[in-house]
């Protein structure tokens, strides 16, 4: 089939039965139109709409190498650095239509799968059919163009303990018994963003397991549809009003549903496992295979747009109301600029420098982007308070859509207006302003991004303990015994 068009995606969508509870409301089917989620789905529905356009399709697609239709340029293999660029220049398209807001296109978990695909032998160690099942998976996937979200951490209860003690065991999920055709799964996880209006979940492993025995049942990696029986997905309540994308520009488009995973008894086929029973292989799954790294590549390709974007946005802001001359605006405007470039420059550096890995699969160094990864979810809390120090008490008195262009007209034209630009345009400016940096969205936005990856300090930790200093240490070594 190849790459969707949005009305070939939301068709598909609308024929899956997914389990979703939401705000007091249970809702089996019909996702792309329950108000949680058609904003957030039409704008998916324009992403693969962009795939078959004539003004992007070279960018957004290549020829499978299986069937010959055109896929999405996220499942390329890359084997040289012209395919990292043009991996990457795939990516800034999508991440520039959202502006970064959009933490889950398909591109994020189509990098890791085109990874993992390509790594069939390091499943294969555990049995050849897991090799074979993550390889033809990853086909599936590209062949049909399947958008996926994905499951990793245990329920947030007792962080004392790890997830298998948890509840005596019973509440992370976990494998309860076997078949003759698959696993039985019973427990939940947590956190799948865009669950309800995903064709699949990937179920892949949690955090650091200890690999002793007691672990084994909660160490597995498997894909399921989203409608499978027996699985539901509770959502949190919107983050939007349901009002006019003049009333809410980011959120109306781009408020993206996070859900705990219920695992209600749910069976598994054994032909879309990948890993079972096997600490060791869980803890390598991201490292080993290189998926981390080309994850990374991608979302450190999206934060550049999102830093882009609140550079535009406070660009126009401090032109709006005249403060663009003032030096302490000039110092904030630099700061975002050098997010940008910094960010830039730690993609330059990790393709640059990228090899090819022991799967055949040429890889951006890791260095590079783990940088990327600790240093934007700290640098990204600044752009929001910034936008808040531009705009001001200008964020506080915004009337919505019906007044601006109602009976309040006159008013919003007289007393709202801006240096250069008419009243109705500043309170559109100042709305997007609002919703990103004052807003539930923009609030929810913060979070995701600060720990998008994980906790920062462990991550800290990964990077001290992975970052080869070997040389640098022996330099200051020399040093002091120099005559």
């Known amino acids: 089939m190849g790459a969707r068009s949005g009305r070939q995606y939301l068709d598909d969508l609308a024929r899956r039965r997914i389990h979703v509870q939401i705000d007091g409301d249970t809702t089996i089917g019909g996702t792309p139109d329950h108000p949680a989620f058609a904003g957030v789905a039409r704008s998916y529905a324009g992403l693969f709409d962009m795939q078959v356009s004539p003004e992007f ?151 650091v397991l200890r690999g002793t025995p007691e672990d084994e049942p909660y160490s597995f990696a498997f894909a399921i549809p989203t409608d499978t029986p027996g699985l539901r997905f509770v959502a949190r309540q919107p983050l939007h009003g349901n009002r006019s994308a003049f009333d809410e520009p980011l959120a109306s488009r781009f408020e993206e549903s996070d859900c705990v995973v219920i695992f209600d008894d749910v069976h598994v086929p054994y032909e879309r496992v990948f890993v079972l029973r096997d600490p060791e292989l869980c803890n390598g799954f991201y490292s080993r295979t290189g998926a981390t790294t080309h994850m990374t590549h991608q979302v450190v390709t999206r934060t550049v747009a999102k830093s882009e974007f609140f550079l535009g946005l406070l660009s126009e802001l401090a032109d709006a109301i005249g403060i663009d001359g003032f030096q302490h605006i000039q110092q904030d405007i630099a700061e975002v600029i050098n997010a940008v470039e910094i960010g830039k420059a730690l993609l330059q550096s990790a393709e640059s420098q990228a090899t090819t890995n022991e799967f055949g699969v040429h890889t951006p160094l890791w260095a590079p982007l783990n940088t990327a990864r600790n240093w934007y979810p700290k640098a990204s809390q600044r752009f929001p308070e910034i936008v808040r120090k531009f705009a001001a008490s200008g964020l506080m008195a915004l009337p919505g859509e019906q007044d601006v262009f109602g009976a309040a007209a006159s008013d919003v034209e007289k007393y709202l207006q801006g240096k250069a630009i008419d009243g109705p345009e500043r309170v559109r400016l100042f709305k997007l302003a609002f919703d990103a940096s004052a807003s539930s969205f923009a609030g929810r936005q913060n979070l995701y991004e600060h720990f998008f990856f994980g906790d920062p300090v462990r991550m800290a930790g990964a990077l001290v303990n992975t970052y080869d200093r070997t040389d640098l240490r022996k330099r200051i070594q020399d040093f002091l015994h120099r005559d």
């Not at 991996?87 to 800034?92: Q, S, T």
């Not at 509440?171 to 956190?191: S, T």
């Open 57 to 207: 399709q070279d960018v957004l697609t290549y020829p499978s190498p299986t069937s010959g239709d055109r896929v999405g340029t996220s499942f390329l293999v890359p084997e040289n650095a012209a395919d990292l660029a043009r991996r990457r220049e795939a990516f800034r398209t999508w991440a520039n239509h959202s502006f970064g807001m959009l933490g889950r296109t398909g591109d994020y978990l189509n990098s890791s799968l085109m990874a993992l695909g390509r790594a069939k032998s390091w499943f294969a160690q555990a049995d050849p059919a897991f090799g074979e099942n993550i390889e033809r998976y990853y086909q599936q996937v590209r062949e049909e163009d399947l958008l996926l979200t994905h499951t990793l951490i245990p329920p947030q209860i007792n962080r004392s303990v790890s997830g298998g003690q948890q509840g005596g065991g019973a509440l992370m999920a976990h494998v309860v018994r076997e078949d003759d055709n698959g696993i039985v799964v019973r427990g939940a996880r947590m956190l799948a963003t865009i669950a309800p209006i995903s064709d699949e979940l990937l179920v892949f492993p949690s955090t």
